[in-house]
């Protein structure tokens, strides 16, 4: 038990013993115990084995050419493994990045073929819309060529022109009672719209609901001047058609035309 | 060149600066080679260990944490390999001819071709019974008495208390020491 007491004390003082730390006679008596202990004495050579120069000592008593022999074999060594097998760190590096680069790629490639496909879709519907505003473009050509037509027709006939009252009649294809009668307020003071012989060609022409009205009332005009505003919207009045009922402006200008000729 | 600067230089390398990784290699070889020696006990054989350890840091840069100190990362990836070298060393021995092994050679040691003899011996003798020390007993051992580093320090980085630290120690120097005198006397 004591001698194991003395190797306890014995380990504890040897790394002051190391350290130089220990005066003489606890060195002496340290000594004493190893040379009467086997195991302590082994203890000790352990510690003058590894006992080495500070690191600072070590470092600056390295051999310059193990230095130079150590650049140079790792230099190659190096050399050999990048062209051999191990990617360098740059390659890894590159490598590293290579996924994601592609990945963002690929989703800048879909961004981008979805814009298109939203620009094409934006470009059809402006197409759509421009064709329908073509279609409606043709479609109100279509009715002014229709009108225009029906002016021609008036102009040809040598009428158009020959009174306000036809001009604005020629402006529309069908007009109702109520927008003839407004037509016909609108004309200045005395305006003649029709001459009689031209109101009697209409009166032989025209629809039975407007001719058996109106035809009492033309035996009552006496003027041989012909059909005044006035005179016509007062029939108009008179005779009680429903003002939603509506004729041709076209068939009134032609009636009355080919009223003019007979 | 201060641990900033050295951990500067790795994260440099991590980016694929090969100049950086020539910087490290310039600043840090010698104490590399210092420590190796104190394991190998043979200037070319800490120079082969500090090549290994260079290659490894090359290859395994990725692993190495910019925010953390170079030089501890750089330390505990060569401690590593001096005690690779350790066991391979006291395998190696285990399976040959007691004294009959080469595994070392010491150059640097002084005296006589008899007193070389006897440290080349001994030194065998301790990598041999190093194998007998549990892992932990192993490491506090060989950064305190083979690198001769300081008690505190160790137990700090090996997150240890400080009297368990001396414990350890003292439990790694006694098995040893018993383990010495049994190859001693088996010769």
Known sequence: MKQKSDCDVFQQQLDAFKAGRLGKEARASLQGHADSCPECAVLLRLHDHLALPPQEELEAAIPVELLASLRSRLATDLATRRAVTTPTPQERLQRDWRTPALAAAAVVLLASVGLLYAEVRKLQGRERALIEQVAEQQSRLTEDERRTSVAAVARTAGLAGSSAWQRLLARKGRISVAELDDLLARLPSGTTVYSRAEFEALMANAPIWLTSAWRARLAEIETEDGIQSEELLRMLDETAIDPRRSISTARLLALSQSGGRS | ?187
């Open chain 2, 1 to 187: 060149m201060n641990d900033g600067r050295f951990s500067a230089l790795a994260a440099a390398f991590q980016r694929g600066d090969e100049r950086s990784f020539e910087a490290l290699v310039e600043a840090l070889t010698r104490p590399l080679i210092a420590i190796a020696y104190r394991y190998a006990r043979d200037w070319e054989w800490a120079r082969d260990l500090t090549q290994e350890t260079w290659i490894k840091v090359y290859q395994r840069i990725d692993g190495y944490n910019p925010r953390k100190p170079f030089r501890a990362w750089l330390f505990a990836v060569h401690r590593n390999v001096c005690l690779d070298h350790v066991r391979r060393a006291w395998v190696r021995l285990e399976s040959a001819t007691p004294g009959a092994s080469a595994v070392f050679r010491d150059r640097a040691a002084t005296g006589g071709a008899h007193e070389q003899a006897e440290r080349r011996e001994f030194h065998e003798q301790l990598l041999r019974a190093l194998g007998d020390l549990s892992e932990r007993q192993r490491q506090v051992f060989v950064r305190v008495d083979v690198e001769q580093g300081d008690p505190r320090q160790v137990a700090r980085e090996l997150e240890m208390k400080y009297g368990t630290l001396r414990t350890t120690l003292h439990f790694a120097r006694r098995r040893l020491a018993r383990r010495l005198r049994e190859l001693k006397e088996d010769l």
